[in-house]
């Protein structure tokens, strides 16, 4: 049973001030036993001897929204989860800043484990979500998915 779709983009850093009201959306919801999230953040990662400040996050919007709805979608079939939501970062994100958020729910705990996995996976082998690494002296290089 998922929702209608919105964005699941976000310009700049994810806020833990988003993230927590996303999860305090839920308590209402009483028939949620468990909740996962994953968040992904910016390393300070050392290339050919320069460390990176910050990533460029850019994608093919349409035809990544296209792919988180179809993950989201997957995700339903093959997991119970009651509320399932992705994020992802567009523009400059600095080192140390949150740039992925998934949160997945459902009425038992084992299953949020499973797939989170599984959507984190996906999303990182299958979405149009591009990122320029940035380094002090301005040069860049671009992130590949390990």
């Known amino acids: 049973m998922s929702t209608a779709k919105k964005s699941s983009f976000i310009q700049g850093q994810i806020t833990s001030d988003f993230i927590g009201n996303s999860i305090a959306k839920h308590q209402s919801?009483?028939?949620?036993?468990?909740?996962?999230?994953?968040?992904?953040q910016v390393r300070a990662d050392v290339?050919?001897?320069?460390?990176?400040?910050?990533?460029?996050?850019?994608?093919?919007e349409e035809m990544a929204e296209q792919t988180f709805h179809e993950i989201r979608e997957a995700a339903f079939a093959k997991y119970e989860l009651s509320c399932l939501h992705i994020y992802q970062s567009l523009g400059t994100v600095k080192t140390g800043e949150i740039c992925l958020f998934v949160f997945v729910s459902a009425p038992r705990r084992k299953v949020v484990y499973e797939a989170l996995e599984f959507l984190v996976e996906d999303i990182k082998e299958k979405t149009a979500v591009f990122g320029k690494e940035l380094f002090e002296d301005e040069s860049y290089t671009w992130k590949k998915n390990t």
Do not use: M, P, Q
């Open 47 to 60: 290339i050919e001897g320069k460390t990176v400040v910050a990533i460029d996050y850019t994608a093919y």
């Open 29 to 40: 919801k009483t028939t949620i036993g468990a909740h996962n999230i994953f968040l992904g």
